[in-house]
């Protein structure tokens, strides 16, 4: 993918960031029913696509320059989840597993940082990690912007936002065993909870 094609992507983040500021602004039941039906209906949609040549040629042509190769079925009927369904089905499981706060904070630090890791990292990046193909560079553009995220959100201590920020950017060097926009942004949650946990600072 082009450095431009990337730049577009990543917009699309930017353009999700409405998803933890309805996690926020909203109650809890109708954020969670509306991010259900999203992801819902992300889903039918790639089981469409993988169905339905006619249904592939629409998002082809609408979504082509957006996705990834990997995003296209190799083989014909099979289903293949893109990006902005996994990242709406992460957001669900996240309202529906951590208090609202948690949620809205590891899919900021998750968007913000993955898009800084993919622009910077395609541009700049020249060391790669030996067990990924993720760079160095990106991933410290990723833990910058992370850091950034967890000092200025509110609703949970510093030091805990800054844990939350730089797990994510390790997990995000690590290949699978999950899509990324599933395991980084429950591994920040994850790493938040537990620490409050640890320190008995909520009651959950």
């Known amino acids: 993918m082009t450095f431009s094609r990337e730049l577009m992507r990543k ?53 082509g320059n957006l996705m990834r190769p990997g995003e296209f079925a190799s083989v014909p009927g099979r289903l293949v989840v893109n990006g902005a369904t996994w990242t709406l089905v992460s957001a669900f499981f996240l309202l529906l597993l951590f208090p609202a706060r948690i949620a809205a904070l590891s899919m900021v630090i998750f968007l913000l940082g993955d898009a800084a890791s993919g622009l910077v990292g395609r541009r700049y990046g020249r060391i790669s990690w030996r067990i990924s193909d993720r760079t160095v560079e990106g991933t410290c553009a990723f833990w910058a912007f992370a850091v950034a995220v967890a000092l200025i959100m509110p609703g949970t201590a510093i030091w805990i936002g800054i844990a939350s920020a730089l797990t994510a950017g390790a997990v995000e060097i690590l290949p699978g065993p999950l899509n990324d926009n599933l395991q980084v942004p429950a591994a920040a949650a994850l790493t938040v909870f537990l620490l409050e946990l640890a320190v008995a600072a909520p009651s959950y």
């Open 11 to 63: 917009g699309l983040h930017l353009a999700a960031l409405v998803i933890p500021l309805g996690m926020l602004h909203l109650d809890g039941g109708p954020a969670l029913v509306l991010l259900g039906v999203a992801a819902s209906a992300a889903l039918l949609g790639d089981w469409s696509r993988a169905r339905s040549a006619w249904i592939q040629g629409v998002v082809m042509y609408l979504f």
